[in-house]
């Protein structure tokens, strides 16, 4: 036993540390300025309007409802940049409000709600820290809206409708249209989303179900939400007129190729904080004494673990290719709430193993969480790569070379505009310059940097002098 003031204190760091692992991303947004996509679907508003322009994606591009719903409700279809950093924090704070009830409302309720909220900060802190590509998950807005929200959203249906069991009369009602809600808009994000909010509320209703011994219909109305959201988002024209102009591949190679994907991403991980960050959290977690073990078996959730992350790597591949980075970003939410679940599945014998250990009772944890801070430190993550930035002073430069562009452009008074190039930031930046020559340049000139100068009211913008691709160094 610990005295009351080393348990406030352990209380304290358990929060403090994620919550620190996380400030950085938030420090970041504040440099944060559009990229790409960003510009296209503000452009398509300012055409179009907000109903015509969602209506041309659904009908040539995508299914994607909610997240082009939300990309193209940035201040930029306003034709201002006031106020982008504040949609890029309001889509991390979703996120990271959802794996906070997330383990609020999965972990039992004899675990402090303290604790439980820690848990859910260790999660958006591993997720953030160790996502493939942060400049897409976060920075580019597009890509934020598409992934990271489906993200934030399945963690809302997840918690929600775990919610509406230990909630009665309005707060339950209220839990339950919520999740309803989530599930419609998770499904609208992403395929990988659709697929995983459909799986989990089944998952959830068959649960409720067998422990209830009787159908669930109102878990029942959030499945049929579910498949009805996955339905528009799937079947939608957009998505059979971009997929001729892709390759594809059939479902037996696709699950092949997501197989060996899901087998190269899961072993970069395994190698970074995740895998003793998760032990770390659920060795220091106060479990309640002689509680029910009715969740899965280990076994059955490392398997579900598994086949969850090979599937989601299947599913783009069905465009043909690998898994791109953006789409990776996704996975290793999956990836890391499965390491957890799994962790969680092993807290008994994990508490007898360190039982044995000698030394105090939060020696192993603190060991393990001290491992996980020094993978996150010094291997290539993003953690890593956002504290740099903002340390080096490379998020103000690359902000005040933006800022310098944008304010060049509005003073130019011709139609065609040169602008200086910009030289990248590791963790804001992810896309080419939009400006940049040579590269594509049809889907360029056709798309890219064409919405850009459009957004502008120019009819072309140039760069002033050639910038050639590189990879920043080590």
């Given at each position: 036993m610990y005295s009351p003031r080393v348990n406030r204190l352990a209380r304290s760091l358990a929060a403090a540390v994620p919550a620190a692992a996380i400030a950085p991303f938030f420090a970041l947004a504040a440099y944060a300025h559009p990229q790409n996509d960003d510009w296209g679907f503000a452009s398509m508003v300012l055409k179009f309007g907000?109903?015509?322009?969602?209506?041309?994606?659904?009908?040539?591009?995508?299914?994607?409802?909610?997240?082009?719903?939300?990309?193209?409700a940035t201040p930029l279809s306003m034709r201002t940049l006031t106020g982008f950093p504040v949609a890029v924090a309001a889509n991390l704070a979703l996120f990271v409000g959802g794996a906070v009830a997330l383990a609020l409302a999965i972990l039992p309720r004899e675990v402090p709600r303290r604790a439980r909220a820690a848990v859910g900060l260790v999660l958006a802190a591993l997720h953030l820290a160790t996502m493939p590509s942060i400049a897409e998950g976060v920075y580019w807005f597009s890509g934020s809206s598409t992934y990271l929200l489906g993200s934030a959203f399945l963690a809302w249906v997840v918690a929600l409708s775990a919610a509406v069991d230990?909630?009665?009369?309005?707060?339950?009602?209220?839990?339950?249209a919520g999740a309803i809600l989530a599930a419609a808009l998770a499904a609208g994000t992403n395929e990988i989303a659709a697929a995983c909010v459909v799986a989990a509320a089944a998952g959830r209703l068959a649960w409720a179900s067998r422990a209830a011994r009787r159908v669930r219909w109102d878990l029942l109305a959030v499945v049929a939400v579910a498949v009805a959201g996955a339905a528009v988002e799937l079947l939608a024209p957009g998505n059979r007129a971009r997929a001729a102009t892709q390759a594809g591949a059939p479902v037996g190679?696709?699950?092949?190729?997501?197989?060996?994907?899901?087998?190269?991403?899961?072993?970069?991980?395994?190698?970074?904080?995740?895998?003793?960050?998760?032990?770390?959290?659920?060795?220091?977690?106060?479990?309640?004494?002689?509680?029910?073990?009715?969740?899965?078996?280990p076994a059955v959730v490392l398997a579900l673990w598994a086949a969850a992350v090979a599937a989601a790597c299947a599913l783009p591949s069905l465009a043909g290719g690998g898994v791109p980075t953006r789409a990776a970003n996704a996975v290793n939410w999956l990836f890391v709430v499965g390491a957890l679940a799994t962790a969680v599945s092993l807290r008994r014998p994990l508490a007898g193993l360190l039982g044995r250990l000698p030394g105090p009772r939060l020696a192993a944890p603190i060991a393990l969480a001290a491992l996980a801070i020094a993978l996150a430190a010094l291997r290539p993550t993003s953690l890593r790569l956002a504290v740099t930035d903002l340390?080096?002073?490379?998020?103000?430069?690359?902000?005040?070379?933006?800022?310098?562009?944008?304010?060049?452009?509005?003073?130019?008074?011709?139609?065609v505009c040169d602008v200086p190039p910009v030289e990248p930031a590791l963790s804001l930046w992810w896309f080419e310059d939009a400006l940049l020559e040579g590269y594509e340049p049809q889907f360029f000139h056709g798309y890219k940097d064409a919405t850009f100068a459009y957004w502008f009211g120019k009819k072309r913008v140039r760069l002033a002098r050639p910038w050639a691709v590189s990879t920043p160094g080590p």
């Open positions: 907000y109903g015509g322009a969602n209506a041309v994606w659904y009908r040539n591009w995508t299914g994607r409802y909610l997240s082009t719903a939300w990309a193209s230990r909630l009665e009369g309005g707060r339950r009602r209220a839990a339950l190679a696709a699950l092949a190729i997501g197989v060996a994907w899901a087998g190269r991403w899961a072993l970069e991980w395994l190698q970074g904080p995740i895998v003793p960050a998760a032990l770390a959290t659920v060795a220091a977690v106060p479990w309640p004494e002689g509680g029910d073990d009715r969740g899965p078996r340390a080096s002073g490379e998020a103000r430069r690359y902000d005040a070379e933006m800022r310098l562009r944008h304010a060049s452009l509005r003073a130019c008074p011709y139609d």
